[in-house]
Structures are given as structure tokens and as C-alpha cells.
């Protein structure tokens, strides 16, 4: 591998923290302890933490500067005007409700915006959005293109709204049964992978003729808008900004998860155009979140979250990000390591139905491989597979997704390519020995969201 092709970092370190090396006597006795689910793992124990690059990002010292410029005001904080400012700026909405977290602005938005027995298609689903989705009457429909349920196919821009599918399904339920389209960029479960410019245009073209709304999912925007720039026809020239500018002005509103893109610890935001859903939302924000101009957020993470989305907008920073992420895909698959291809944005996800062949689905493959990565190597990652996946809330049955991953995740600016290596060498190491890999079965499940607290044992 020419390690040429890979940008060092840009930027360089002023803080340090230090990570714990654990031995395999000390992580037999933790995962144990876990119940084999990673989120339960506490983080002290951990060597190289890949569990999510949700609000695990480092921030930059202009950006711990905005923090001690919050203004903790309870009404009219004026971090809350800089945020609202550079939103305009760069998506280009009129209104913004700023939330706590990512699936605040999702629960807001389902509350809003979805009637009893309406339907909601998206490319793939992500858990905490078709839960909220579900939870306020909502039929979730997959309407991402075939080809992203199959993990070894390489193509570009695999995250596309299958628009036959979108067609087919306003033609049969009739656009008024239809809430919004749900667009998520990148999409997460598919492994990270982008969508076109071009698709988001003709979804635009197809939705107004209808007079459907389209809400994006705004959380790996940045990602999604280096795809386009080296990808797609007619991007190379156009900056990061320009793009996603384009990019948003095919959607009515966004969902955002600022703990990804916005390069920060916390936060997110709820934004749309409409002046009547815009009242709805700042009524409700009230109930579930805060006063309008704070919405669960302080006066100080609004302004991180201002600063750390300009900076996002750098070319150096963005291409690094994404490369980094390349690097480690690429040199496990070079060791013949089965990957989901093309290597998303933000994580390498490992295909957990080859990697482990001789367990089935109802084994939990990718969460055992996901448990046996950390007791190898203190690498920690997370199952994105059957158990994530949960059950269909009508009929309590395991929805069965064709993916069965295990996600290694790169925080932000966090980790540098050596830690790449370290992570590429375990998992190398441990795909000599996969056949020893056991199966799970529950011990614990919750009833939403189970990923996060179940609990499992060896079968
Ligand atoms: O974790 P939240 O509530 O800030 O955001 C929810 C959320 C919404 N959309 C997408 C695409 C996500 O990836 C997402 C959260 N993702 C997490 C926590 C992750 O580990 O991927």
C-alpha cells in the first residue's frame, strides 16, 4: 500500500490523553462482565475506542476558545444567534431549533410532520430515526437502491434513493399517505455510503410534482460532500461549502446529529424552511427539549457547534478524515479481510457473515466477532447487524437485514494512521483463528432500541 496516497494529519497536537493497554486476563473478566455487548464495556477499558464517531471528536482550540464565550443565558444566548448564523450560512434554511442530541431533532420532526398510518421512505433505516418514525404512527419503507443490501458490491455512490421504488410507492399508497422522504447522507448502516448530487436533484424533481416534503438526515453531510467533489462529474472545482449548499437545496428541512459532522461532544438541530411546521416545532421544543434558543443544548456547545461546522467545511480536514478511514479498509483488504465495499465516510464495516461463515444469523455473528475483537486486542467496535436491527413492532418478529457488520468507527482528528495499524493488525490476527468464534444467545432484551443495553452468553 503507498502510504503516499494518504495526507498526514492536518492539524497538530496540544493536548494529549493517554490510553490504558488492559491484558486478555483483564478483558476476559470485562466482556464477561458486559454480557459480550461492547456498549457496555466502560470506556477505561478500552485501548483504541472505535464504538462510534458520535461525539467522540476533538475539538480545536478555536473551538474550546468558543467555549469559554458561552453565553449561559436562559433565553436569547447570543452563541444561540452565531449558531442560527451559520446554519443560514451553510445549509441555507430559514428556520433552526437547535436539540439536545441528533434523535431529539428526530423526535421533534416525527411529531411534526408524520400522521397516524402515514408512510416514511428513506434510503436504509438508522435505529433511533425509524424508532421515532414508528413510535408517532409512521410506516417506515426501504427505498435505497438494491445494490446496498449487498456488501461486496463496489460502486459508486451506493447510498441513492432507488427512485423506481419511490415512484412505485406514491403511485400505490398516493401522496398524501406519504409523511416526507427521508434522506439520509451518507447512509450509516450501509457503510457509510454516499449519495449522488444527482440524485437528490431528481428525488427533488420526483417529490415536487407530488408535493411531498424531503427531510435529510444531515448528520454525515460533510462526508457525504467529499464523495461528491471526487466522485461525481462537475464537483471536482466546487469547494465543500458549495457543495453542500447545492446539496441541502434539494430538501425542504434536516435532521442534524452535531456529534458527527459538527466536529463536536454534543448537540444537534432540527431545520426547515416552513414557516407553519417552524411554529409547530418551537411549540414542541419547549416540551422536550428547552427554551427555542437553547433547545437542550448550553450557551457554550452551540458555539463549539458554530465553530467546529465552519471548520468542517475545510477541504484539508475533510479529505484527511475520509482518507484515514480508507487507509484502514484498504489494508484489511489487502489481508483479504471481508469488508463492505466501497469503504464508507466514517467507519470500515466488517462483513460478519463471511468473516464468521459457520454461525447463523440467529447466532449474532457480527455481535460475537465485535465481542472477540476486544477481548483480542482492546479494540473496541460496535454490532450493526440482526441484534441492532430489533424487531418489527407489529408482529415482534427479528427484522433480518442482508448486512450483518461489525463497525470499527473513526472519531474525528482522535487517532492517527499508527492506531490504524494496530486496529489492522488485530483484526488480521484474529481473521486467522474466525472459526473459533462462538455464537450468543440473549440473556437480557430490551424492548426498543436492544442494541444498546442487551446483554448475551455463549451458546
Ligand atoms: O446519536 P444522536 O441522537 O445524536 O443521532 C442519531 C443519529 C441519527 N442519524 C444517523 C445517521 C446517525 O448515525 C445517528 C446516530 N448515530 C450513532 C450514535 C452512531 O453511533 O452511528
Known amino acids: 500500500m503507498d502510504i503516499k496516497n494518504y495526507p498526514a494529519e492536518p492539524y497538530r497536537v496540544k493536548v494529549v490523553e493517554t490510553v490504558k493497554m488492559t491484558t486478555r486476563e483483564q478483558r476476559e473478566k470485562v466482556i464477561k462482565e458486559a454480557g459480550y455487548n461492547t456498549f457496555l464495556i466502560n470506556s477505561e477499558d478500552v485501548y483504541i475506542d472505535l464504538l462510534t464517531d458520535s461525539g467522540t471528536n476533538a475539538m480545536s482550540d478555536r473551538q474550546w476558545a468558543g ?18 448564523e451559520t446554519v443560514r450560512d451553510i445549509f441555507g434554511f430559514k428556520h433552526l431549533v437547535p436539540t439536545h442530541q441528533g434523535r431529539g431533532a428526530e423526535n421533534l420532526l416525527s411529531h411534526i410532520a408524520i400522521k397516524e398510518g402515514q408512510y416514511v421512505p428513506g434510503n436504509m433505516y438508522f435505529t433511533t430515526t425509524r424508532f421515532h418514525q414508528e413510535a408517532n404512527g409512521g410506516i417506515f419503507v426501504d427505498i435505497i437502491r438494491d445494490e446496498a443490501h ?5 460502486i459508486a455512490f451506493k447510498g441513492d434513493i432507488d427512485l423506481k421504488k419511490l415512484e412505485k410507492l406514491i403511485d400505490e399508497k398516493g401522496a398524501e399517505n406519504i409523511a416526507y422522504v427521508c434522506l439520509a447522507v451518507t447512509v450509516n448502516l450501509a457503510g457509510g455510503q454516499p449519495v449522488s448530487m444527482e440524485n437528490m436533484k431528481a428525488v427533488r424533481e420526483l417529490t ?67 414557516d407553519e411546521l417552524f411554529q ?36 484539508s480536514y475533510i479529505e484527511h478524515r475520509v482518507k484515514q478511514v ?49 477481548l483480542e486486542s482492546g479494540v473496541r467496535s460496535m454490532e450493526r447487524g440482526i441484534v441492532s436491527a430489533g424487531r418489527d413492532i407489529h408482529t415482534g418478529e427479528n427484522h433480518k437485514p442482508k448486512l450483518e457488520t461489525v463497525r470499527l468507527t473513526i472519531p474525528r482528528r482522535v487517532y492517527t494512521y499508527q492506531h490504524m495499524d494496530v486496529v489492522a493488525d488485530a483484526v488480521i490476527k484474529l481473521y486467522e483463528h474466525k472459526e473459533k468464534i462462538k455464537g450468543l444467545k440473549f440473556v437480557y432484551e430490551p424492548e426498543q432500541l436492544r442494541f444498546f443495553t442487551a446483554r448475551f452468553e455463549h451458546i
Open 67 to 84: 467555549m469559554m464565550m458561552g453565553d449561559e443565558a436562559y433565553a436569547g444566548s447570543k452563541n444561540f444567534h452565531h449558531l442560527e
Open 150 to 154: 449487498d456488501a461486496s458490491k463496489e
Open 208 to 274: 415536487n410534482k407530488h408535493g411531498i416534503k424531503v427531510f435529510f438526515d444531515a448528520t454525515r453531510c460533510v462526508e457525504n460532500a467529499y464523495f461528491i467533489k471526487e466522485q461525481e462529474k462537475g464537483y471536482e472545482d466546487r469547494s465543500i461549502k458549495e457543495i453542500v449548499r447545492e446539496m441541502f437545496s434539494y430538501a425542504d428541512g434536516c435532521t442534524m446529529s452535531g456529534k458527527k459532522d459538527c466536529i463536536v461532544n454534543i448537540g444537534g438541530f432540527l431545520c426547515m424552511n416552513d
Open 280 to 315: 409547530k416545532a418551537k411549540e414542541l421544543v419547549v416540551v422536550y427539549e428547552g427554551m427555542p434558543s437553547y433547545g437542550g443544548m448550553a450557551g457554550r456547545d452551540m458555539e463549539a457547534m458554530a465553530i467546529g461546522l465552519q471548520e468542517s467545511m475545510d477541504f
Open 326 to 374: 480508507r487507509y484502514l479498509g484498504e489494508k484489511l483488504k489487502e489481508a483479504g479481510v471481508p469488508i463492505v465495499e466501497p469503504i464508507g465516510g466514517h467507519a470500515v464495516f466488517l462483513d460478519a457473515r463471511k468473516f464468521c461463515p459457520h454461525l447463523k444469523q440467529g447466532e449474532f455473528p457480527a455481535q460475537a466477532l465485535a465481542a472477540e475483537l476486544y
